[in-house]
């Protein structure tokens, strides 16, 4: 019963490097978020995905990529990282019905120093 | 004006109170709305959605919805210290079609002992 899982769990990368944060679901979702929450603050969303090979941005997608080849897999990419990337990273998954609540995977703790 | 919004708080209750969270949102058009429990450093949990006006009960959860003052509360009765955690309420985004949701900064609630 893995629900949504994402990894790494913590990781502090070099300004200017790049790494993909991986998130699948084992539940058959076809919709699919990633989001931001910074200290304090509320969820941002930065990607979603309404099935394989469609995705569209969010509210803030500017320095980050993703892609959907499978129904399971939706990994986020930073190509080139910058300190204000810094946050707690939030893959969710729901289903296409209606009044559907948003599963969410345990997050990833990215540091850009 | 953000879609939704939550009294920022922190709001602190003896144990046993009554804890009173509420959120107000700007879009007429909306139809569910979800309560997430967030406790420090993990992910969103959720806890309670309504998408009718009136009371959904569940445990010692009541969630609240009036659709023509466009408010939605979370009740939490007999509080426990466990109940301290910060609170997120989630609407539909404005003009989403996949299932998107907008969340409010999120109100800390502390349960003293």
């Known amino acids: 019963n893995a629900g949504v899982t994402q990894t790494p769990k913590f990781r502090i990368l070099k300004i200017g490097q790049s790494m993909t944060l991986q998130c699948t679901q084992d539940?058959?979702?076809?919709?699919m978020y990633w989001y931001r929450q910074d200290p304090g603050m509320g969820l941002k969303l930065i990607y979603y995905?309404?099935?394989?090979?469609?995705?569209d941005k969010g509210e803030v997608p500017n320095g980050y990529n993703v892609s959907r080849s499978t129904t399971e897999d939706f990994p986020l990419r930073l190509e080139l990282a910058a300190p204000s990337q810094t946050s707690v990273y939030f893959c969710?998954?729901?289903?296409?019905?209606?009044?559907?609540?948003?599963?969410f995977g345990d997050g990833t703790r990215l540091s850009i120093l | 004006q953000k879609e939704v919004e939550q009294n920022s708080g922190p709001l602190s209750v003896p144990e046993g109170a009554i804890a009173s969270l509420n959120c107000t949102y700007s879009?007429?058009?909306?139809?569910?709305f979800f309560w997430y429990r967030q406790y420090s450093g993990k992910s969103p949990e959720l806890i309670m959605f309504?998408?009718?006006?009136g009371d959904k009960e569940d445990g010692r959860f009541t969630a609240q919805l009036n659709k023509a003052s466009q408010y939605v509360s979370l009740l939490i009765r007999d509080s426990q210290p466990s109940d301290s955690a910060t609170y997120l309420c989630?609407?539909?985004?404005?003009?989403?079609?996949?299932?998107?949701?907008?969340f409010g900064s999120g109100t800390q609630l502390t349960v003293l002992p």
């Open positions: 309504i998408y009718s006006n």
């Open positions: 539940m058959n979702h076809n919709y």
């Open positions: 995905s309404v099935g394989a090979g469609i995705t």
């Open positions: 879009d007429r058009g909306s139809q569910s």
């Open positions: 989630a609407g539909p985004l404005r003009g989403g079609s996949a299932r998107q949701l907008t």
């Open positions: 969710a998954s729901t289903r296409q019905a209606v009044n559907q609540p948003q599963h």
